[in-house]
């Protein structure tokens, strides 16, 4: 089987660059005046050994900084523990995602005790007040200079609160700028804690706290105007074996669909815990969005009308009820995806790639129940929707990476129109877009009308010619205004954030 086309993003690039003016063929927009930043693997290789899985690559950050109508570029590796031990010693030190290092006895005994934890922050970043922070599912983010790149060190956070794990995908309140997220904590009884962080603040308050026999492999979470949503999948593990088995991380993680998957709800001004509700066994790394749905005396009502009219929440005459909470997600039926992501079947062109299906799951707080439909026909990855004005927040529009040729890999951005089912599609031969973030126009009017008043910028690897681009759409035709083209492939990444000239993110 020849190597897949795309393979030149799952290469290492070790060069560090500053490109003050790419060239730009297209138009890019006057008012697009600020900084997408993103994050993603960059250095597959230390030694004679390979990280095993596309999660594992040493960290890497991308600027591309817009104004003026031009784009200029920088790259910068993340000076990490990982990366720092790993180069002193010429040899994978710490373990990752699907790579563990190979120890001798005496190290792999050691390692029981003191597992060395990875700094690696390679998914996503994050502004924690007036600090850029890069992210990784350890609750250890790196701070780093947005301008220059620089890693600054591991952020400090003054408090107590203890966990092992955590998502690269904490939910900023859009009025507030207060940040939400959870870690998990291994022990020998495990347990979640939700939290949030104030603005300018450096202690993270607990908001509420459960107990757990066997952790679920959670990527993500959901959050509403009102609630806090932790959807267990059945992959778990036990802790335990977690710190004996001397597997790679994720390869501790059994499938159990007989769990069926479960949605803890809270309250997220109170802590108080809402339901627990159990659904169909399914997988998903990305959340698209939730919101408050109808009571059950409103349900059908609410079910009829299009989503970006329905209510936040319904009080009927005789008692207040804890209503419905409608939750999107890019869903599997099974957790495969995260063996298709292996290195060496991503570089071989994995024919057998599962797509991910835009699901919304209707939660019933009442009755502890959840139903699922299917919101489209297209598979979508990488879900992005318009975070400061809908997160939370009933919405119509998400965009995303989809496949068009079976067994690529992400060859294609997509829009769907959640109300309509209308689908709209950028597809280039040869080329492999990632994430696409959307940057709101400020002249946008108000409401619903200026959802998708925007641009979606993302960053696209040219096979063909081996090289990468920034690619400008319009967000609501997704005709093509510009392309900015770096003089090499950048490797595929994660997740990345637009950040304005007056500081405020796409997120």
């Not at 002249?443 to 096979?463: I, Q």
Request: aromatic share 10%; hydrophobic share 35%; net charge negative.
């Amino acid at each position: 089987m020849p190597p897949a086309p795309y393979r030149a993003g799952l290469t290492s690039q070790t060069q560090e660059l500053r490109i003050p003016e790419l060239p730009v063929e297209g138009t890019v927009p006057d008012w697009l005046r600020g900084t997408l930043i993103r994050n993603g693997p960059a250095r597959f290789e230390v030694g004679e050994r390979s990280y095993n899985h596309w999660f594992d690559g040493l960290a890497m950050l991308h600027a591309f900084t817009l104004g003026e109508g031009s784009v200029g570029y920088a790259n910068r590796f993340l000076e990490t523990g990982a990366r720092r031990e790993a180069q002193e010693a010429g040899r994978i030190r710490r373990s990752e995602f699907g790579t563990d290092p190979c120890y001798s006895l005496f190290g792999r005994v050691m390692a029981v005790f003191r597992p060395p934890v990875t700094d690696n922050a390679n998914i996503n970043v994050v502004k924690l007040g007036d600090t850029f922070a890069a992210l990784t599912e350890t609750p250890l983010p790196i701070r780093f200079d947005p301008e220059t790149l620089e890693t600054l060190g591991v952020v400090e956070f003054e408090d107590d609160l203890k966990g092992t794990i955590t998502t690269a995908h904490p939910h900023r309140d859009p009025s507030t700028g207060t940040l939400y997220s959870y870690l998990t904590h291994f022990s020998r009884k495990s347990s979640y804690h939700l939290y949030r962080l104030e603005p300018g603040r450096s202690n993270r308050e607990r908001i509420a706290s459960i107990e757990v026999d066997r952790p679920a492999y959670m990527h993500s979470f959901a959050m509403t105007g009102r609630h806090l949503i932790l959807a267990e999948f059945p992959l778990v593990v036990n802790p335990t074996e977690l710190l004996t088995s001397g597997v790679p991380f994720i390869r501790n993680y059994r499938w159990e669909p007989e769990r069926g998957t479960r949605f803890q709800v809270w309250d997220r001004a109170t802590g108080e815990h809402l339901a627990s509700c159990t659904g169909p066994a399914l997988f998903a790394f990305h959340h698209i969005n939730a919101f408050v749905g109808g009571t059950r005396e409103r349900a059908s009502a609410v079910r009829a009308g299009p989503p970006n009219t329905e209510p936040e929440g319904v009080e009927t005459n005789s008692r207040r009820e804890k209503g419905e909470v409608v939750l999107d997600l890019a869903g599997y039926e099974d957790a495969s995806i995260i063996d298709a992501l292996y290195l060496d079947p991503l570089r071989r062109g994995q024919p057998e790639m599962p797509l991910a299906t835009p699901w919304r799951l209707r939660l019933d707080l009442d009755r502890e129940t959840v139903s699922r439909e299917v919101l489209s026909d297209q598979n979508i990855e990488l879900p992005r929707v318009n975070e400061r004005r809908v997160s939370g927040r009933p919405y119509r529009y998400v965009w995303g990476t989809g496949n068009r040729v079976p067994g690529h890999f992400t060859d294609e951005l997509v829009k769907i129109d959640v109300r309509t089912g209308v689908v709209r599609s950028w597809y280039a031969e040869g080329c492999f877009p990632g994430e696409p973030v959307f940057v709101g126009r400020p002249d946008a009017p108000p409401g619903p009308e200026g959802e998708d008043h925007g641009v979606l910028l993302s960053v696209v690897l040219d096979a063909r010619s081996e090289s990468s681009f920034l690619l400008i759409l319009d967000a609501a035709t997704l005709e093509e205004e510009a392309r900015a083209t770096v003089p090499h492939a950048l490797p595929l990444g994660f997740h990345g954030q637009y950040y304005g000239q007056d500081g405020a993110g796409s997120k």
